[in-house]
């Protein structure tokens, strides 16, 4: 979310637009595990959240969001294992689709950071900053 308002006021509305709709899936992530754990009669700890690593130009925000997104989707695996050795099915497809988010976030990632690298940092700002970039 904090990339996304950086983005928006560095004038990167295409980078802006993708980081604000990563944020809102993010956000459902949180509320569907919040809902499976009450589920199953525990209790989030979500003061227990890691570091939350932000960036202070392009390359960073895009280095860190890919770090973070490719720890999820190693997580959400771990996660996807643990609950099928415990016969938690529930749990297990759960995490199921939302890994497929996670590694759908790894993808828009990588092809951007292979874009500025073919581009070239100039180019691809400009890139960022049109209304055409999907
Ligand atoms: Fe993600």
């Not at 928006?8 to 944020?23: I, P, S, Y």
């Not at 899936?25 to 003061?47: N, Y």
């Amino acid at each position: 979310m904090v990339h996304a308002e950086l983005a928006e006021n560095w004038g990167l509305k295409a980078l802006a637009r993708h980081l604000k709709a990563h944020t809102i899936t993010e956000m459902r992530h949180a509320e569907r595990h919040m809902e499976r754990i009450l589920f199953l009669e525990g209790f989030p700890e979500v003061s227990r959240i890691g570091e939350i690593r932000i960036g202070k130009n392009v390359e960073e925000i895009l280095f860190k969001d890919y770090e973070g997104e490719v720890q999820a989707v190693k997580g959400y695996n771990e996660t996807m294992n643990l609950a099928q050795r415990l016969g938690d099915n529930g749990t297990r497809e759960m995490i199921a689709e939302i890994l497929k988010d996670e590694e759908a976030h790894v993808d828009w990632l990588e092809t951007q950071r292979e874009l500025l690298s073919r581009m070239g940092l100039p180019a691809y700002l400009q890139y960022l900053a049109g209304e055409f970039s999907e």
